[in-house]
Nanobody, 126 residues
């Protein structure tokens, strides 16, 4: 298992941008499928983007063109760039790690496939 810590969440005006970071206690991302999710009160976690060990990425259609995922293996970090933010983007944002097959199987959008989660970082758009 891996410990994940998110940061970068804050309050921002609509139209603004944020970069969220997720640092990993594991010094190798080779065994993991990494993902970003978000959640609002009373709702299920929504999958946003994923990155595999080779840096191949996928982004949910709902945020494609506004959100970008990237990772820096040397720094053991995962990033989510959020642009053109809207009030509907207000949520707690989580990073997650799951087995590598989650990415390759195309099932990265299911939160139940991930075994480790960070504590979340709050993004508020007004």
């Amino acid at each position: 298992h891996v410990q994940l810590v998110e940061s970068g969440g804050t309050s921002v005006q609509a139209g603004g941008s944020l970069r969220l970071s997720c640092t990993s206690s594991d010094h190798s991302h080779d065994d993991y499928c990494l993902g970003w999710f978000r959640q609002t009160p009373g709702a299920e976690r929504e999958a946003l983007a994923t990155s595999d060990s080779e840096g191949d990425t996928d982004v949910a259609e709902s945020v494609k063109g506004r959100f970008t995922i990237s990772q820096d293996n040397a720094d053991h970090s995962l990033f989510l760039q959020l642009n053109s933010l809207k009030s509907d983007d207000t949520a707690i944002y989580y990073c997650a790690a799951g087995p590598s097959f989650v990415c390759s199987s195309g099932s990265w959008g299911f939160a139940s496939n991930y075994h480790d989660w960070g504590q979340g970082t709050q993004v508020t758009v007004s």
